[in-house]
C-alpha cells in the first residue's frame, strides 16, 4: 500500500482533538446543569448552534432580584400576643368547666350541704374516737357512743332554745307592745312634729299591705314547710355520713385516692393530712371562739335584765360560724332585742358589750386559738362569704371559710412537693451531698416541709385527722 499523504495525517488528527474538546465541553455542561437546577440543564442541553431548545424556560440572570419567601405565620404573630392567646383559650376551658361543676353542685346542693356538714362534724367528733380507740374499745362501739354523744347534745340544745323562746314568748310580745307605745308618745312629743293622724294612717298602711299581700303570705309559709322538709332530709344525710364518715373514714379516703392518676397520687396523698389538719383546727378554734362569745355576751344580756338572754346567747353561739357577717348578725339581734323591751340606754349599753366582745375575739382570741393553721387574709374572707353566700345561701356562707383555708393549704403543700419532686430528680454532682429528706432550706420539724407520703393508718388516716394534735 502507498502511504497517506502527510497533510492528510494532520487533517485527521485534528479532526480527532477537535471531537475530544467537544466531549470534555458537552460534559462539563451537563455537570454544570444537573449542578444549578433542570432548566439550566435543558439549557446547557441545547442544540448544535448553542441555543436553548424550543419550550423550556431559560434560568433567570444573575443580576435578577432575589424574592423573600413568605414567613410562617406563627412567627409573625408577636410573642405577647401568642402567650395571651394561649392563657386565654386554657382560662376559658377552666372557666367552662367551673361553670359545669357550679351547674351540678346548684343541682345536688342538698347532698353536698349535708356532706360538708357531715365533714365538719366529723373533725368536731373525731379526736373523741381517736381517744376511746386508745382506751380500747373497738372502732364500731367508739364511734357509736361518740355519734350518740353528740346528736344528743346538739338535739339538747335545740330543744334548749326552742323551749325559752316559747317560755318568754308573752313577755317579749308584750314588751314589744309597751315600745310601741312607747315609740308613740315619743314621736308625738319629738322635734319632728309628727301628729296623731299620720301615725294612724301608717298603722294603716301597714295593715293594708298585710291584707293585700295575704297570697304572698301564704305561698311564702309554704315554702317554709317545703324549706323545713329539706332540712330535716338534709340532716338525717348528715348524720348517716357522719356515722361512716367516723367509723371507715381512712377506707374512703384510700378509695379516693385510687381515682387519682397514679403520678399525682403521692403528692395528693401528702395533702390531704395537712387539709385535714387545717379542717380540724378550724372548726375546733371556732366552736371555742363562738362558746366564748356566747357565754360572756350572754351574761351581759342576763345582768342588764334583757328578755332571752339564753336563747340570744345561742344563736350568737350558732352565728359565729359565719365568719364576720354572723358576728354582725347576732350582735344587731341582741340590740334590736333590748331596744324594743328595754329601752335605748339597755339597747346602748349591750352594743358595747357586743362591741367588747367582739375586739376582744378578734384580737385575742383567733389568733391565740387558731394559730397559724388557718391563717387566712380578711379580704379573702369576706370575699369567699359573699360568693358562698350568693351561690348557697347560709350554708355556703358557712362553708366558704373552711374551703378556702383547705385550699391554701393544699396549694402550699403541692407546689412545695413539686420543688422538692424537680430538686430530687435533678442531676447531681459527684461531690455534692445528697438532699436532707425535708426538702431543701427545710428543717425535720417544720410541719409545713413536704414529706413522702406513709399509708394512713387505720385509726387515723387523712380523713380522720392524721397529723393533728389530739
Do not use: C
Not at 204 to 216: I, R
Not at 240 to 254: E, M, P, V
Not at 270 to 290: F, K, Q, S
Not at 353 to 376: D, N, S, Y
Amino acid at each position: 500500500m502507498s502511504k497517506l499523504p502527510d497533510w492528510l495525517e494532520r487533517v485527521g488528527s485534528e479532526l480527532t482533538h477537535l471531537g475530544e474538546k467537544l466531549e470534555e465541553r458537552r460534559s462539563a455542561d451537563e455537570a454544570e446543569g444537573e449542578a444549578s437546577g433542570p432548566g439550566t440543564a435543558a439549557y446547557g442541553a441545547g442544540g448544535a448552534d448553542g441555543h436553548p431548545v424550543t419550550g423550556q424556560v431559560p434560568p433567570p440572570p444573575d443580576y435578577a432580584p432575589a424574592v423573600a419567601a413568605r414567613p410562617d405565620p406563627v412567627a409573625a404573630v408577636p410573642w405577647g400576643m401568642r402567650v395571651a392567646a394561649e392563657a386565654g383559650w386554657r382560662l376559658l376551658v377552666l372557666a367552662g368547666t367551673l361553670w359545669v361543676l357550679m351547674r351540678v353542685i346548684s343541682a345536688i346542693q342538698l347532698v353536698v350541704l349535708a356532706f360538708v356538714a357531715a365533714l365538719l362534724v366529723t373533725a368536731l367528733l373525731q379526736p373523741t374516737v381517736a381517744r376511746l380507740r386508745r382506751a380500747g374499745l373497738p372502732r364500731g362501739l367508739a364511734t357509736a357512743l361518740t355519734a350518740i354523744l353528740g346528736f344528743v347534745i346538739m338535739g339538747l340544745v335545740g330543744w334548749f332554745v326552742v323551749w325559752q323562746v316559747m317560755e318568754n314568748l308573752d313577755t317579749v310580745s308584750s314588751r314589744v307592745q309597751e315600745g310601741i307605745q312607747e315609740l308613740r308618745r315619743w314621736l308625738l312629743h319629738s322635734p319632728f312634729h309628727v301628729t296623731d293622724k299620720q301615725i294612724n294612717e301608717i298603722a294603716k298602711n301597714l295593715s293594708d299591705t298585710v291584707g293585700t299581700n295575704t297570697n304572698e303570705i301564704t305561698s311564702a309559709g309554704l315554702q317554709g314547710v317545703t324549706v323545713m322538709v329539706e332540712f330535716l332530709t338534709g340532716m338525717l344525710l348528715a348524720m348517716f355520713s357522719t356515722l361512716f364518715l367516723l367509723y371507715d373514714g381512712a377506707r374512703i379516703w384510700q378509695w379516693t385516692l385510687k381515682l387519682v392518676p397514679a403520678q399525682a397520687r403521692p403528692g395528693v396523698a401528702g395533702a390531704g393530712p395537712r387539709a385535714w389538719a387545717t379542717l380540724t383546727a378550724y372548726v375546733r378554734g371556732t366552736v371555742i371562739v363562738a362558746m366564748i362569745d356566747a357565754i360572756f355576751i350572754g351574761l351581759g344580756l342576763f345582768f342588764l335584765d334583757v328578755p332571752l338572754a339564753v336563747p340570744l346567747a345561742v344563736f350568737i353561739f350558732l352565728f359565729a360560724f359565719i365568719p364576720l357577717v354572723g358576728a354582725v348578725i347576732s350582735g344587731a339581734l341582741a340590740v334590736v332585742v333590748a331596744l324594743v323591751t328595754q329601752g335605748p340606754f339597755t339597747a346602748l349599753m349591750v352594743l358595747i358589750v357586743v362591741l367588747a366582745v367582739q375586739q376582744i375575739e378578734g384580737h385575742v382570741l383567733q389568733p391565740f386559738i387558731l394559730g397559724r393553721a388557718v391563717r387566712v387574709h380578711p379580704l379573702a374572707v369576706v370575699l369567699s362569704v359573699a360568693a358562698g353566700g350568693m351561690i348557697a345561701g347560709i350554708g355556703g356562707a358557712v362553708v366558704a371559710v373552711p374551703l378556702v383555708a383547705v385550699t391554701n393549704k393544699v396549694v402550699g403543700y403541692l407546689r412545695a412537693y413539686s420543688a422538692e419532686s424537680a430538686i430530687k430528680a435533678a442531676p447531681r454532682r459527684q461531690d455534692e451531698p445528697p438532699a436532707a429528706a425535708g426538702g431543701p432550706g427545710q428543717q425535720e420539724t417544720d410541719p409545713a416541709a413536704p414529706r413522702e407520703p406513709t399509708a394512713a393508718p387505720e385509726t387515723g388516716g387523712p380523713l380522720l385527722g392524721t397529723g393533728t394534735a389530739e
